[in-house]
């Protein structure tokens, strides 16, 4: 597999997880929440409403979470509302988390996300309600290693925020309008040791 190819299929998780032949569970409710059997530490939630939100603290051993799954035939459920309960909930080994094409979050949501000290990849693409001020709320986040933000409507002077977060391995911005290539290279002089790419071709097939 090409390198950027296996580094975004690693980042999602969930193509990893099926080349492994395992499928995370899809739930829709607190009560599917609570009847999963324990061993499954990947869950798809897209169609989770924000009240159904706290039973995930149910699940100790979480450890992925993915509500872009199934975006091409619903509307994610999870709203900032959501967002900040989810901050809230004590996961402690939750390191990755996927919100790809929730479009009810906002800024607002994003600004909780630092609570979850343990998620090591976040995924943002497709979320047209995140902005510079989102991004500078992601500054607190110390433990990032990947950061997902395809399709945002951030710019170039928003994507020079995030060059203090020098334990970033990886930034994709595919499918930003308003970042340039110029854009690009001043962060990538700023975080020589992070990934910071602009792929459109590869944007192009999530449309």
């Not at 950027?4 to 599917?32: D, I, M, N, W």
């Amino acid at each position: 597999m090409h390198r950027k190819s296996r580094a975004l299929a690693l980042f999602s998780g969930l193509l990893l997880l099926q080349s492994c032949g395992y499928y995370p569970p899809s739930v829709a409710s607190s009560e599917e929440v609570l009847r999963l059997d324990p061993s499954h530490v990947s869950l798809r939630v897209r169609a989770l409403p924000d009240e159904a939100i706290p039973a995930l603290e149910s699940r100790k051993n979480l450890e992925m979470l993915f509500f872009s799954d199934g975006n091409a035939v619903m509307e994610a459920r999870i709203t900032d509302r959501g967002l900040c309960e989810l901050s809230r909930l004590s996961l402690p080994r939750l390191r990755l988390l996927d919100l790809g094409y929730c479009r009810k979050i906002s800024d607002r949501g994003i600004s909780c996300l630092p609570a979850l000290t343990s998620v090591k990849r976040l995924a943002l693409l497709g979320c047209p309600g995140v902005s510079g001020e989102g991004l500078r709320s992601l500054r607190k986040m110390d433990g990032l290693v990947d950061l997902d933000l395809r399709g945002c409507e951030v710019t170039d002077a928003d994507i020079y925020n995030l060059r203090s977060m020098q334990n970033l391995e990886s930034i994709e911005l595919g499918g930003c309008r308003k970042v340039t290539s110029a854009g690009v290279r001043r962060l990538q002089r700023q975080m020589p040791n992070t990934r910071v790419e602009k792929d459109e071709r590869e944007w192009s097939y999530h449309q």
